[in-house]
């Protein structure tokens, strides 16, 4: 192979660098943890409303353009950037820009995988909100685009490695300890709940079932916001902020939480390459546009492993998770004597690549990367199609296609309006 | 609810009624149906949606006849029970109805008269929609406001004949359903279109461009016309050379993607010749990211003949390329890719070897053991750590204890990381053992190694490294004895105290008796150990024991702190007054007490009774026994302050004896301010607290009135006051 004429970014990337930089310390450079101008990362960001103003503070990489398609948003967003960030109104046209490593994704979740695949193609590495996509069949082309592209991938939930898992009060690492070394046993039961110390905030991301059309106001580019989205009329209620309400855009509270809350038990059940088989909602009938609360979601793997979540919090003595050896719950409660002393002497998880800026320089996966991502979003999309659907549903994970039901398949694969297309 | 709501509900109900007349005879009351919706669960539902699929047509068609225009009236149970029929006749077996609930969708697509109303039931035959769909929808394709619902409900159904109604409306198309036409056919891979689709990617506009290059990329073909003008990968490779950066990048990519779908269609040595095009393309260059993609393709489709062309993008100095490289040698899983993985552990330079080894790190590095662990003697202490992390798994652990004996062994958070991930209660004898002729580093970690999983056989083992002649193994092995002990051994660990004069020996030995005594089931028994070694011990180890002796509890504990308190050696003093401060229980409530009242110093006087006060909140003591305890604390109280504190707990008692003690304190100017709030808690509902409505509250709760000045807190008093008769 010819060797190119290394631009900027092909020499920071580049092995010889990075050999070179391995044997001259860092603050010899610069001071300790002094990353060099010259050696930082950039990023852009596309959707800058609520969440997408969070992301300006995620990262140590330089924020060099913001992209909104409602100008409120984007004059903020280019306000709080400071004086190198531009901004932009169409996503192509940051994607376009040369200098950009890292595209942050906060957009609402009908734009997810289609610009996750354009950046990738563009090459660009990203770091993309949750849920990863709003149909399993996105979310399975991002991992294949990604993987094909040799690109690094992050989702913008962290409980597989970091924080407190919500009610449990710990990290879900010592779960995941009992849960690898047997002490629960298996199978096991995960149920996902308010008792348990999980919100599924159903009355705050429902929409409406009626919307009378309203103007487009002047400000935002509606036909940009609906990309792939069905055309329908504009009402406020179905954008900035309640967008979460309406399948065409997310999916309620499990679009929300969905990932926050699922992933980790994903970790916990060592499922990071497959689905569930059989899945089952409990729920009023769901309207065909807005998002409505459900009562129960309940998921069953092959090996017996099942997932339930309660999404009218009356499980009230379920623990969080309990296997025919034991349990663990809120406040990481468990019915095993000693269980802490007992994890002292078990062997940890393997460690996780939990340093996006780190994997991006080495070229090394993320620990909640497009390939697990995939897998703990279609935890989410699976729930969602059985609670639109209203009947039990069995899945083939390998195949990723529901068993004898072609309308539940016509949700993992729903076409995109016109241009859009992944 | 607002009026003009009720009056635009009220009147869309009443029309509805009026348009459906009366119910004929064996048919669903349609409206009744509609009125049901949303129903609360999935039994509910299927008996409404069977009783409209029983009524056949004219009732399927009397709900589609409620669907209103955007705008025209509130719908929404009507679009309820639509968008649920359409998913229950669409399960499994249901194909009578289906099909007929299908076609009242079509005569409703036809007899409505707004676009808004056919869209959503074309929105719904995407989820129901068959065969029987692929006329009526295609006569829609030509009107420019419903192209792209029709279009989106054909490619959800893929009826046999879709590409052909498509092909057919796009040759009367223009503008944006043209697009919307191209971009279907291509999603349908309509190899018939290229010749209507190719003058699309020439298009003054770019995105009119792209989609018709997406469309093309998938689109292979006869093998005849796959050359030459005007086929996709002509019209493809033309893209490619334009000067705007990002569509020659977006070009670039589908031409790989055609390089794929002409795989798909047999033709791998074309798809791989594109492919090697594509690669020479991105490594000479821009856009060069897109090398990994080639590379990846090139694999799936030439196998081992692709191994020169991976084995060369391994050396590109760039590193995503090369990473990409080395993650298909190993995911094609060939002995040649292997064997050339190995080469590159044992023989490349460092900068290839560390991105390896890292790669492997991410996936297995099982099938590459013996190559890794040769990087352990490596001269770069990066490449080492990047070994020693590539071998977190079971096989791993032999040779790092090896290494760990070697004299070179440095990267020792690195080791003691991956050996947490491998080691369990199976492997410590191997860890024990390894202590014997390790250099005193490494002795040092696997000490830690043991201690944190309580590696109990160890015991001997680590004991013996506590007279070790290296100070640091010392202090390591007394640590590790608190992990690594169990009861029956504390004497064995207390006679080790007397001896240890080193001031952090003796802190660490102590320490680790503490968390062994601390795991002795009976509470009372845990400070015995100690206290069996408190007469011989010398002045200093006897200030050390009793200062840790909180710690541990129990009453004989309590009785030598105590004790130990009211002596004459100051030092012993001092520690034992700080250890009965910290008690854990409310049974050294009154030495406490007793200990304040004698204290000359202000700092242990103030340390013990916020002790009292607080073992006395924490325990199990009845509130009348509580407050007892609290006011004969009062007098002892040094200062304004103190006093606060111990009337601050009178929160956890709402009685009236509480609020009497609270208010006998408004009084003071010094202590007044603090005390209003305290007495509003006490008096004053919160929540389910409905407050103290005792006559005798209101002369106290209007004193507090005259303090407290914050309105809310205000108009909490003055509602209590309200309450009480």
Same mark, same amino acid.
């Given at each position: 192979?010819?060797?190119a004429p290394l631009s900027r970014r092909a020499f920071l990337r580049s092995?010889?660098a990075t050999?070179v930089f391995?044997?001259?310390?860092r603050h010899?450079l610069g001071g300790p943890g002094y990353t060099p101008p010259s050696e930082r990362l950039t990023k852009a960001i596309i959707g800058v409303g609520g969440m997408g103003l969070e992301h300006l503070g995620l990262g140590d990489s330089k924020l060099l353009a913001v992209c909104d398609v409602d100008e409120t948003h984007l004059k903020r967003a280019v306000e709080r950037g400071g004086p190198d960030v531009k901004g932009y109104r169409d996503f192509r046209e940051v994607l376009a820009r040369p200098d950009i490593d890292i595209v942050h994704i906060p957009t609402p979740p009908h734009w997810h995988a289609l610009i996750s695949i354009a950046a990738a193609e563009a090459g660009k590495d990203v770091w993309c909100e949750k849920p990863m996509a709003r149909?399993?069949?996105e979310s399975?082309r991002v991992r294949?685009v990604m993987?094909r592209h040799g690109r690094i991938f992050r989702l913008n939930t962290w409980f597989?490695f970091q924080s407190?898992?919500?009610?449990?009060?710990?990290?879900?690492?010592?779960?995941?300890?009992?849960?690898?070394?047997?002490?629960?046993?298996?199978?096991?039961?995960?149920?996902?709940?308010?008792?348990?110390?999980?919100?599924?905030?159903?009355?705050?991301w429902?929409?409406?079932?009626?919307?009378?059309?309203?103007p487009v106001p002047d400000r935002l580019d509606y036909d940009l916001w609906l990309g792939p989205a069905?055309?329908?009329?504009y009402?406020a209620h179905r954008t900035h902020g309640t967008f979460r309400?309406y399948?065409d855009y997310d999916?309620?509270?499990?679009g929300d939480m969905?990932m926050h809350?699922?992933d980790?038990?994903?970790?916990?059940?060592?499922?990071?390459?497959?689905?569930?088989?059989?899945?089952?909602?409990? +729920?009023?009938?769901?309207?065909?546009? =807005?998002?409505?609360?459900? *009562?129960?979601? &309940?998921?069953?793997?092959? $090996?017996?492993?099942?997932?339930?979540?309660?999404?009218?919090?009356?499980?009230?003595?379920?623990?969080?998770?309990?296997?025919?050896?034991?349990?663990?719950?809120?406040?990481?409660?468990?019915?095993?004597?000693?269980?802490?002393?007992?994890?002292?002497?078990?062997?940890?998880?393997?460690?996780?690549q939990t340093d996006f800026e780190d994997s991006v320089r080495r070229r090394k996966t993320f620990a909640l990367n497009e390939?697990?991502g995939?897998? +703990?979003c279609?935890?989410?999309?699976? =729930?969602?199609?059985?609670? *639109?659907?209203? &009947?039990?549903?069995?899945? $083939?994970?390998?195949?990723?296609?529901?068993?004898?039901?072609?309308?539940?398949?016509?949700?993992?694969?729903?076409?995109m309006r016109?241009p859009w297309r992944i | 609810?607002?009026?003009?709501?009720?009056?635009?509900?009220?009147?869309?109900?009443?029309?509805?009624?009026?348009?459906?007349?009366?119910?004929?005879?064996?048919?669903?009351?349609?409206?009744?149906?509609?009125?049901?919706?949303?129903?609360?669960?999935?039994?509910?539902?299927?008996?409404?949606?069977?009783?409209?699929?029983?009524?056949?047509?004219?009732?399927?068609?009397?709900?589609?006849?409620?669907?209103?225009?955007?705008?025209?009236?509130?719908?929404?149970?009507?679009?309820?029970?639509?968008?649920?029929?359409?998913?229950?006749?669409?399960?499994?077996?249901?194909?009578?109805?289906?099909?007929?609930?299908?076609?009242?969708?079509?005569?409703?697509?036809?007899?409505?008269?707004?676009?808004?109303?056919?869209?959503?039931?074309?929105?719904?035959?995407?989820?129901?929609?068959?065969?029987?769909?692929?006329?009526?929808?295609?006569?829609?394709?030509?009107?420019?406001?419903?192209?792209?619902?029709?279009?989106?409900?054909?490619?959800?159904?893929?009826?046999?004949?879709?590409?052909?109604?498509?092909?057919?409306?796009?040759?009367?198309?223009?503008?944006?359903?043209?697009?919307?036409?191209?971009?279907?056919?291509?999603?349908?891979?309509?190899?018939?279109?290229?010749?209507?689709?190719?003058?699309?990617?020439?298009?003054?506009d770019a995105e009119v461009r792209h989609v018709?290059?997406q469309?093309?990329?998938?689109?292979?073909?006869?093998?005849?016309?796959?050359?030459?003008?005007?086929?996709?990968?002509?019209?493809?490779?033309?893209?490619?050379?334009t000067d705007e950066p990002l569509e020659r990048v977006l070009a670039t990519s589908?031409?790989?993607?055609?390089?794929?779908?002409?795989?798909?269609?047999?033709?791998?040595?074309?798809?791989?010749?594109?492919?090697?095009?594509?690669?020479?393309?991105a490594?000479?260059e821009s856009p060069e990211h897109l090398a990994p993609a080639?590379?990846?393709?090139?694999?799936?489709?030439?196998?081992?003949?692709?191994?020169?062309?991976?084995?060369?993008?391994?050396?590109?100095p760039n590193r995503p390329i090369?990473v990409a490289?080395?993650?298909?040698?190993?995911?094609?899983?060939?002995?040649?890719?292997?064997?050339?993985?190995?080469?590159?552990?044992?023989?490349?330079?460092?900068?290839?070897?560390?991105?390896?080894?890292?790669?492997?790190?991410?996936?297995?590095?099982?099938?590459?053991?013996?190559?890794?662990?040769?990087?352990?003697?490596?001269?770069?202490?990066?490449?080492?750590?990047?070994?020693?992390?590539?071998?977190?798994?079971?096989?791993?652990?032999?040779?790092?204890?090896?290494?760990?004996?070697?004299?070179?062994?440095?990267?020792?958070?690195?080791?003691?990381?991956?050996?947490?991930?491998?080691?369990?209660?199976?492997?410590?004898?191997?860890?024990?053992?390894?202590?014997?002729?390790?250099?005193?580093?490494?002795?040092?970690?696997?000490?830690?190694?043991?201690?944190?999983?309580?590696?109990?056989?160890?015991?001997?083992?680590?004991?013996?490294?506590?007279?070790?002649?290296?100070?640091?193994?010392?202090?390591?092995?007394?640590?590790?004895?608190?992990?690594?002990?169990?009861?029956?051994?504390?004497?064995?660990?207390?006679?080790?105290?007397?001896?240890?004069?080193?001031?952090?020996?003796?802190?660490?030995?102590?320490?680790?008796?503490?968390?062994?005594?601390?795991?002795?089931?009976?509470?009372?028994?845990?400070?015995?150990?100690?206290?069996?070694?408190?007469?011989?011990?010398?002045?200093?180890?006897?200030?050390?024991?009793?200062?840790?002796?909180?710690?541990?509890?129990?009453?004989?504990?309590?009785?030598?702190?105590?004790?130990?308190?009211?002596?004459?050696?100051?030092?012993?003093?001092?520690?034992?007054?700080?250890?009965?401060?910290?008690?854990?229980?409310?049974?050294?409530?009154?030495?406490?007490?007793?200990?304040?009242?004698?204290?000359?110093?202000?700092?242990?006087?103030?340390?013990?009774?916020?002790?009292?006060?607080?073992?006395?909140?924490?325990?199990?003591?009845?509130?009348?026994?509580?407050?007892?305890?609290?006011?004969?604390?009062?007098?002892?109280?040094?200062?304004?302050?103190?006093?606060?504190?111990?009337?601050?707990?009178?929160?956890?008692?709402?009685?009236?004896?509480?609020?009497?003690?609270?208010?006998?304190?408004?009084?003071?100017?010094?202590?007044?301010?603090?005390?209003?709030?305290?007495?509003?808690?006490?008096?004053?509902?919160?929540?389910?607290?409905?407050?103290?409505?005792?006559?005798?509250?209101?002369?106290?709760?209007?004193?507090?009135?005259?303090?407290?000045?914050?309105?809310?807190?205000?108009?909490?008093?003055?509602?209590?006051?309200?309450?009480?008769?």
């Amino acid at each position: 192979m010819k060797k190119a004429p290394l631009s900027r970014r092909a020499f920071l990337r580049s092995a010889a660098a990075t050999a070179v930089f391995s044997i001259v310390p860092r603050h010899v450079l610069g001071g300790p943890g002094y990353t060099p101008p010259s050696e930082r990362l950039t990023k852009a960001i596309i959707g800058v409303g609520g969440m997408g103003l969070e992301h300006l503070g995620l990262g140590d990489s330089k924020l060099l353009a913001v992209c909104d398609v409602d100008e409120t948003h984007l004059k903020r967003a280019v306000e709080r950037g400071g004086p190198d960030v531009k901004g932009y109104r169409d996503f192509r046209e940051v994607l376009a820009r040369p200098d950009i490593d890292i595209v942050h994704i906060p957009t609402p979740p009908h734009w997810h995988a289609l610009i996750s695949i354009a950046a990738a193609e563009a090459g660009k590495d990203v770091w993309c909100e949750k849920p990863m996509a709003r149909t399993i069949g996105e979310s399975r082309r991002v991992r294949e685009v990604m993987q094909r592209h040799g690109r690094i991938f992050r989702l913008n939930t962290w409980f597989r490695f970091q924080s407190d898992l919500y009610g449990i009060g710990k990290p879900v690492q010592p779960i995941k300890k009992a849960v690898m070394n047997g002490l629960l046993g298996w199978p096991l039961k995960v149920t996902v709940g308010a008792h348990q110390g999980f919100d599924w905030k159903l009355g705050m991301w429902q929409g409406r079932p009626h919307l009378a059309p309203e103007p487009v106001p002047d400000r935002l580019d509606y036909d940009l916001w609906l990309g792939p989205a069905p055309f329908k009329p504009y009402n406020a209620h179905r954008t900035h902020g309640t967008f979460r309400g309406y399948w065409d855009y997310d999916g309620g509270g499990l679009g929300d939480m969905g990932m926050h809350y699922l992933d980790p038990v994903q970790y916990l059940l060592d499922k990071d390459d497959t689905s569930p088989v059989e899945m089952e909602a409990d +729920s009023p009938l769901q309207h065909p546009d =807005a998002a409505l609360p459900w *009562r129960r979601v &309940r998921m069953k793997y092959a $090996d017996g492993c099942e997932i339930i979540l309660d999404g009218d919090n009356t499980l009230n003595q379920a623990p969080f998770i309990e296997g025919p050896e034991g349990w663990i719950s809120k406040g990481f409660a468990s019915s095993i004597a000693d269980l802490e002393q007992k994890l002292r002497e078990l062997p940890d998880p393997p460690p996780q690549q939990t340093d996006f800026e780190d994997s991006v320089r080495r070229r090394k996966t993320f620990a909640l990367n497009e390939s697990n991502g995939h897998r +703990s979003c279609s935890l989410v999309n699976l =729930a969602i199609c059985a609670v *639109r659907l209203g &009947r039990p549903l069995r899945y $083939d994970p390998v195949a990723e296609r529901f068993v004898n039901d072609e309308a539940a398949n016509r949700l993992i694969d729903q076409p995109m309006r016109a241009p859009w297309r992944i | 609810m607002k009026p003009r709501f009720i009056l635009v509900h009220t009147a869309v109900i009443v029309g509805m009624l009026l348009r459906a007349g009366p119910v004929p005879a064996g048919q669903p009351d349609v409206n009744a149906a509609i009125e049901k919706m949303p129903a609360a669960n999935a039994v509910d539902a299927q008996a409404v949606f069977e009783s409209i699929l029983q009524g056949g047509a004219p009732a399927i068609s009397a709900v589609c006849d409620q669907v209103r225009a955007p705008g025209d009236g509130d719908d929404h149970k009507a679009r309820y029970l639509l968008g649920g029929l359409a998913f229950h006749v669409a399960r499994s077996g249901a194909t009578a109805g289906r099909e007929e609930f299908s076609k009242a969708l079509l005569a409703a697509i036809q007899k409505a008269g707004d676009a808004g109303i056919k869209s959503f039931h074309m929105g719904l035959l995407r989820w129901c929609g068959g065969a029987e769909c692929l006329a009526p929808l295609s006569a829609l394709l030509g009107d420019p406001d419903l192209t792209e619902p029709a279009t989106q409900a054909l490619l959800a159904i893929r009826a046999p004949g879709t590409a052909e109604v498509l092909l057919a409306a796009l040759k009367k198309a223009e503008g944006g359903p043209a697009i919307t036409l191209v971009k279907a056919l291509g999603e349908l891979r309509e190899a018939r279109a290229i010749p209507l689709v190719a003058p699309y990617a020439t298009h003054a506009d770019a995105e009119v461009r792209h989609v018709a290059l997406q469309a093309l990329a998938d689109m292979i073909p006869a093998r005849r016309q796959r050359t030459g003008t005007g086929s996709p990968r002509e019209l493809l490779r033309a893209a490619c050379r334009t000067d705007e950066p990002l569509e020659r990048v977006l070009a670039t990519s589908l031409l790989l993607h055609h390089a794929r779908r002409l795989a798909e269609a047999g033709a791998k040595a074309e798809g791989a010749a594109l492919c090697r095009e594509v690669l020479a393309q991105a490594a000479a260059e821009s856009p060069e990211h897109l090398a990994p993609a080639a590379l990846h393709a090139l694999a799936g489709m030439a196998g081992d003949q692709a191994l020169p062309d991976l084995i060369a993008a391994v050396e590109h100095p760039n590193r995503p390329i090369s990473v990409a490289a080395m993650r298909t040698l190993i995911s094609m899983n060939r002995p040649k890719a292997r064997a050339e993985l190995d080469r590159i552990l044992t023989r490349g330079p460092d900068h290839l070897r560390l991105a390896l080894l890292a790669t492997l790190d991410d996936s297995t590095g099982a099938a590459h053991f013996n190559a890794i662990a040769a990087n352990l003697g490596h001269e770069n202490p990066e490449v080492r750590a990047a070994a020693i992390r590539a071998m977190t798994h079971p096989r791993g652990l032999p040779a790092l204890l090896a290494y760990l004996k070697s004299e070179n062994a440095q990267q020792l958070p690195d080791i003691q990381k991956a050996i947490l991930t491998i080691a369990g209660p199976d492997e410590m004898s191997a860890i024990a053992a390894a202590l014997a002729g390790a250099p005193a580093p490494a002795r040092t970690l696997l000490l830690d190694l043991l201690g944190q999983r309580r590696a109990t056989g160890s015991f001997n083992a680590v004991f013996d490294l506590t007279a070790d002649t290296d100070a640091a193994v010392r202090l390591a092995a007394l640590k590790a004895l608190g992990g690594v002990a169990t009861p029956d051994q504390l004497p064995k660990m207390t006679r080790l105290l007397l001896k240890t004069t080193e001031s952090s020996e003796q802190t660490a030995l102590q320490r680790s008796v503490i968390h062994v005594s601390k795991t002795m089931p009976d509470a009372e028994r845990r400070a015995d150990a100690l206290l069996a070694v408190l007469p011989s011990a010398s002045p200093e180890a006897t200030e050390a024991i009793v200062g840790s002796l909180s710690e541990l509890g129990g009453p004989a504990a309590l009785r030598a702190v105590t004790e130990a308190g009211a002596g004459e050696q100051e030092n012993v003093r001092n520690a034992a007054l700080k250890s009965l401060a910290d008690w854990p229980d409310d049974s050294a409530a009154e030495a406490m007490l007793q200990a304040s009242v004698r204290a000359t110093d202000l700092t242990q006087k103030v340390l013990l009774l916020r002790g009292y006060v607080r073992v006395i909140r924490a325990g199990a003591l009845p509130a009348e026994e509580k407050l007892a305890r609290y006011r004969a604390a009062l007098p002892v109280a040094p200062r304004p302050e103190d006093k606060a504190m111990i009337l601050g707990a009178l929160v956890d008692i709402k009685t009236m004896d509480a609020l009497r003690l609270l208010g006998g304190h408004l009084g003071d100017p010094a202590l007044r301010e603090q005390i209003a709030p305290l007495a509003v808690i006490v008096a004053c509902a919160d929540g389910e607290y409905k407050g103290l409505t005792d006559p005798a509250a209101r002369p106290i709760l209007s004193a507090v009135l005259e303090i407290v000045k914050d309105d809310n807190v205000r108009a909490r008093v003055t509602a209590q006051l309200a309450k009480i008769e």
